[in-house]
């Protein structure tokens, strides 16, 4: 089993449409989570933390269940340039980070 | 927040030839930098922890004879691609790990770097 692992994805959804990621983790002792985003070419950018109280930023919402091992990314009203792969990424304590292999997006009008 | 700068953003070397990349923190000092490989439509893989002052630690499979780094700062890390192949063609980052009072730990990446071996 990998240690973090993410829906394989691609989704195709139509502009406006609501879309969720989801991931999973196998370390019970991971502290931090977020989630990136990464356009094609470019290197990862940080989209946003995860907290167990779940956070949200505009239209994007990330849920956190440390009981479930289980975070969520969560894209309302989605835009064309939202059309990016979506990094699940976990840290496990200190320097140990481990990143999911990611889901591809693609918005399309 | 914390800039993570990678150069050369792009290029391109003769088979046989040694090319140089530098990661820089540039608003903070980073102990442990990290170097990742990423092919097409695939996903960032891992090669090397860098540590300032010592050696680098590799991943499983990478020949650290080939990818050389060194960390001779707390701001600076390079790998030396060495008689590059074709193969060796890919989209090189780095990361360093900021630590912010919300967020903890949190990966911050250079702008990576296109390497194209022909």
């Known amino acids: 089993r990998k240690e973090v692992e993410q829906d394989p994805g691609p989704f195709n959804v139509p502009e406006g449409a609501t879309v969720a990621f989801n991931c999973t983790y196998s370390?019970?002792?991971?502290?931090?989570f977020f989630w990136y985003r990464q356009d094609c070419r470019k290197e990862p950018k940080l989209l946003m933390s995860?907290?167990?109280s779940g956070n949200e930023d505009g239209r994007f919402t990330a849920q956190l269940n440390r009981a479930s091992q289980y975070i969520s990314l969560l894209i309302r009203d989605s835009k064309l340039s939202d059309s990016a792969t979506y990094l699940c990424?976990?840290?496990?304590?200190?320097?140990?980070?481990?990143f999911g292999a990611g889901t591809r997006l693609f918005v399309k009008a | 927040g914390a800039v993570v700068s990678q150069h050369p953003s792009w290029v391109i070397c003769k088979s046989g030839t040694s090319v140089k990349i530098e990661c820089r923190s540039l608003?903070?000092?980073?102990?442990?930098m990290f170097w990742y490989r990423q092919f097409p439509k695939q996903s960032l893989m891992l090669m090397a922890t860098s540590n300032e002052g010592s050696k680098a630690t590799y991943e499983q499979g990478v020949e650290k004879d080939k990818f050389l780094i060194n960390h001779a700062s707390l701001t600076l890390s390079t790998l030396t691609v060495t008689s590059a192949h074709p193969e060796d063609s890919s989209f090189y980052i780095c990361?360093?790990?900021?630590?912010?009072?919300?967020?903890?730990?949190?990966?911050?990446f250079g702008e990576g770097s296109w390497l194209t071996v022909v």
């Open positions: 990361s360093a790990i900021g630590v912010t009072v919300s967020s903890g730990n949190t990966i911050y």
């Open positions: 370390n019970s002792a991971s502290q931090s």
């Open positions: 608003d903070f000092q980073a102990t442990t």
């Open positions: 990424v976990v840290n496990a304590g200190g320097f140990k980070t481990i």
């Open positions: 995860v907290y167990s």
